[in-house]
């Protein structure tokens, strides 16, 4: 929801040259803006700034034991930040630019604000593919801290519209390029020790385990799908709050008709008062995921509910996303 006591008269911009370069001048003084990315609008600031970077934690109302992920042009950039081992440099190789987030020893030497890591002796990294992201990096000159473009906990934002109606009067300026393609937060995997994921995404598990076919095969463990309920002491990485992309109303998982005064979000065969995909499609479920909760969310139904979903390939991150949605403290 836009704050209503506003700090920020906050403008929206189509993308183009003027747009990113307005962003560009925000990002140098030290500001934040939001930007789309191929998964959902994020929140970029200076991730060498720790003045910057605490401003995204501000606007968000995010807390300060939760990392950042770390947003670079391409993978040289990305090792002037973080260790590579030979796992990290082949999912690199293979997904980036890309929906996926590594999550690597940091380099004492690479500049990223302490604040970017949550204290962590680690950093997630990511080269995305929007242009209007690769854009900003290039335009700005520096690696760019960029959480979800929404309050904390809130639903993530797949369009501009959703980023100012929860942060308007936050921040300074949204650029919209419309609807993101993807619709669903990266992948995030962990290298050290075997390849484990911390958080479902569009680089789903069979993919990460195709790239390391026969006997070289990396184990793929379910870190936070497992053990999905996290705190302060033990999140690694961005994204594992057991609490998290939720909407203010309660949701009801796995609903196969509409409860009174309840809306219903349909898929497959299933119908309701809107739908992820009407032919079963997980990939078009995925885009749409946010966008439909946003508009369930802002109904006059008092509770949610949301038809089941298949959990294998990308349905497990839109499962994840769900359960994590549905989960009240």
């Not at 789903?204 to 302060?232: I, K, N, Q, W």
């Not at 009407?278 to 966008?291: N, R, S, V």
Request: charged share 20%; with cysteine.
């Amino acid at each position: 929801m836009a704050d209503p006591n506003p700090q920020h008269e906050t403008r929206t911009l189509p993308y183009g040259a003027a747009a990113i370069a307005d962003a560009a001048r925000v990002i140098a003084g030290g500001g934040c803006v939001a930007v789309p990315t191929e998964t959902v609008y994020g929140l970029a600031a200076d991730a060498t700034d720790s003045a910057a970077v605490a401003g995204i934690y501000v606007a968000k109302g995010r807390p300060s034991f939760n990392p950042l992920i770390v947003h670079v042009l391409d993978l040289a950039a990305a090792e002037r930040i973080a260790v590579f081992d030979d796992t990290a440099l082949r999912l690199a190789a293979a997904f980036w630019p890309g929906p996926l987030t590594l999550v690597l020893p940091v380099r004492e030497d690479g500049g990223i604000a302490s604040l970017v890591t949550a204290g962590l002796e680690t950093v997630a990294v990511r080269v995305p593919a929007h242009r209007a992201m690769r854009a900003l990096l290039e335009a700005s000159g520096v690696p760019l801290a960029a959480p979800s473009a929404n309050a904390s906990g809130g639903i993530s934002p797949t369009r501009a519209a959703h980023v100012l109606a929860s942060l308007g009067g936050r921040i300074s300026l949204v650029i919209d390029d419309g609807a993101t393609e993807v619709g669903v937060e990266s992948t995030i995997v962990a290298t050290a020790g075997g390849m484990r994921i911390l958080r479902e995404g569009p680089i789903t598990a069979e993919l990460l385990s195709d790239m390391f076919p026969g006997g070289g095969r990396e184990p793929v463990a379910m870190d936070g799908v497992t053990e999905p309920r996290r705190s302060p002491g033990n999140v690694s990485a961005p994204g594992q709050l057991d609490s998290h992309y939720a909407p203010r109303k309660s949701l009801r998982l796995n609903a196969t008709e509409a409860r009174p005064g309840e809306w219903l979000i349909g898929f497959g065969a299933i119908g309701g008062d809107d739908t992820l995909s009407t032919a079963g499609d997980l990939t078009e479920a995925a885009a749409y995921l946010f966008d439909a909760l946003h508009r369930a969310d802002a109904s006059d139904r008092k509770t949610l509910g949301i038809a089941p979903i298949p959990s294998h390939g990308i349905g497990a991150a839109i499962n994840d996303r769900l359960r994590r949605a549905a989960h009240r403290p």
